[in-house]
Every structure is written in structure tokens, then in C-alpha cells.
């Protein structure tokens, strides 16, 4: 099926560290998500975006849905252990219509070193 | 307000067999998704359920089928099971119809394995 480009694919950084991600996709999106998966569990959801440009703050966690419509990106500030786990960006395409559908990327896995 | 919650956690089930997967919605949500997750992979979209009829697909076989009840609960029904249907199934709930209706909150996952 359809997957969004999300990179980086891994990251191994150190505690207290800045972390950037972002999501492409060659189609226009109406809304985009970002989601965090640990290990057997469901994806949970850490922001939401609904307009192009809007830049939202979830805690040390920030997000903007891209100008072009076309792009998300995902920032998290000061990290700490528990931030491990794997990031997905999902997102409404407009060509969906009422259908609503998600196209999620690969994932963004975060390792952090104490 | 209670989560989505799926059950049974883990199955394991042999090539052929037939099985069925269960979840509960988030309180006052109408709508249910299911997607299927590979190892390493994002969540695959099923299909989606509003007022008990399917109104949205994946690109998934027919028979992967669901049903969805007057109380929200759904069900996911997999025939003549293979073994790439080893994922994990995951059932997301939304309020349709409000502000936020993209916002999909997700059960913990059915872990299925075929043999």
C-alpha cells in the first residue's frame, strides 16, 4: 500500500539531545498526525495538524503541517530515556474525500543513550 | 472515559483456519478502523466502519471482513488464513462528524501468528 517518506529511518542519540524528523509525501495532505509506538503496544498519538503552516507544541514535543501541504515535520527538545520508541507520521490525503483513510510512514526509530 | 481495548492479546493459528478479532471503542466514538502491522513496517489500513456499514478499504483481499455493532464494538474476520497474515492488528476508533475527526486512538494490538 501507499506509505509516506519518513526520515530518518533510525537515531542513536544522547540524552539531553535535540531531535528532528520529518514526513514527504508527492500528494497534498489535510491532515497530519504523529504517533509513537513503544514495543507491542498501539500507536499513541502525540500531535495533531489541521492547517498549513500550524505549528504545534505538545510539551517538549513540536510539529508543523508544511506550507506546500506536502511535508510534516517533527522536533523533539531535551530528550530523555523514555522518549525510545518508534515515531510514525500518518496522514489524510486529499484525494481521500469522505474515505479519511490514513497513509502512515515507515517510522522513525529513537534510541537514547543515558 | 475508557480506551480502546482488543482482545484476545495473542493467537497463534495454523494455515487454512479462519479467525476473528474483537475490540471495543473509546467511549462516544462511532467510528472503527483496522489496519495490519508487519514487523518494521507502519500500520497497513484495512477498512473502516461508521454506522455499522464498511465505507472505506485498504488493498486487502475480501477475505479480510468486519463487522461493527449498535454499541460501536467491532469485529475483524479473517478466512483461509496464510501465513503472511502474521502482524499485528491494530483497531483505531474516532468521533466522526466534529472538530479533531482525523484523530485516531488505537487499541493495544492483536498479536496474530500463523503457523
Known amino acids: 500500500g501507499q506509505q509516506l517518506n519518513q526520515s530518518p529511518q533510525s537515531m542513536f542519540i544522547q540524552e539531553g539531545e535535540d531531535v528532528s524528523m520529518n514526513c514527504t509525501s508527492s500528494s497534498i495532505f489535510n491532515t497530519w498526525l504523529w504517533y509513537k509506538q513503544d514495543p507491542g503496544e498501539g500507536p499513541v498519538l502525540l500531535i495533531a495538524?489541521?492547517?498549513a503552516g500550524e505549528l504545534t507544541s505538545n510539551g517538549r514535543l513540536t510539529a508543523q503541517f508544511g506550507i506546500t501541504r506536502k511535508d510534516s515535520f517533527l522536533n523533539i527538545s531535551a530528550s530523555i530515556p523514555s522518549d525510545v520508541g518508534i515515531y510514525f507520521c500518518a496522514g489524510q490525503p486529499s484525494y481521500a474525500g469522505n474515505n479519511r483513510k490514513l497513509i502512515w510512514g515507515l517510522g522513525t526509530s529513537l534510541a537514547v543513550n543515558p | 472515559e475508557t480506551g480502546v481495548t482488543q482482545s484476545p492479546t495473542h493467537l497463534i493459528k495454523t494455515r487454512g483456519q479462519q479467525v476473528t478479532l474483537r475490540c471495543s471503542s473509546q467511549s462516544g466514538h462511532n467510528t472503527v478502523s483496522w489496519y495490519q502491522q508487519a514487523l518494521g513496517q507502519g500500520p497497513q489500513f484495512i477498512f473502516q466502519?461508521?454506522?455499522?456499514?464498511?465505507?472505506g478499504r485498504g488493498n486487502f483481499p475480501p477475505r479480510f471482513s468486519g463487522l461493527q455493532f449498535p454499541n460501536y464494538s467491532s469485529e475483524l474476520n479473517v478466512n483461509a488464513l496464510e501465513l503472511d497474515d502474521s502482524a499485528l492488528y491494530l483497531c483505531?476508533?474516532?468521533?466522526?462528524?466534529?472538530?479533531?475527526?482525523?484523530?485516531?486512538?488505537f487499541g493495544p494490538g492483536t498479536r496474530l501468528t500463523v503457523l
Open positions: 466502519y461508521y454506522r455499522e456499514e464498511e465505507n
Open positions: 483505531a476508533s474516532r468521533s466522526s462528524g466534529r472538530a479533531g475527526a482525523d484523530e485516531q486512538f
Open positions: 495538524l489541521y492547517k
